[in-house]
């Protein structure tokens, strides 16, 4: 993976000993998923548009094929968004990752976390207008990092 030869070197990138390293890695595997499925899809399309991109995913007979793009598409970009809103105290963007990513919670049986999620959710739909529109204008995740770089928890991260 990524240039990584011996084997303590591979299991220094699949252990994510580095967080820098590791974001580094999945940035750059995102990259290489999507460019190498887009760069087939446009090859083989007679007139490629984005809508038609995932019908034509759903169609490759390859089970594999559908299952990287899947966790691809899904799963990193959902982590990305939340790592984002974390680091820009952007809930939108924080609630939007977390969302997608809670199906984790339930598929993997993290109990505390599916209690964290379903408390949050409930007292949002429950909050007046008002209340809520008071917890999105306030609502806070962090106090680390350079407020005038926009930088939130883990501000110092890359």
Known sequence: MVGFQTAKALLY???????????????????????????????????????????????????????????????????????????????????????ILGELFYTNNCRIYMEVQYRDILT?????PQALAAMQQNESFSETGNINRREGGGGGLS
């Open 124 to 128: 949002r739909l429950k909050a007046p």
């Open 13 to 99: 990138a699949f252990n994510a000993s580095n967080h820098h390293k590791s974001w580094e890695m999945l940035h750059i595997y995102f990259q290489a998923i999507v460019q190498l499925q887009i760069s087939h899809y446009i090859q083989t399309a007679p007139s490629p548009t984005a809508p038609e991109f995932f019908h034509w995913i759903n169609l490759q007979p390859n089970p594999t094929y559908r299952y990287v793009h899947h966790i691809t598409f899904r799963y990193l970009t959902a982590l990305f968004m939340f790592r984002q809103g974390v680091r820009e105290g952007n809930s939108s963007l924080l609630l939007g990752g977390r969302f």
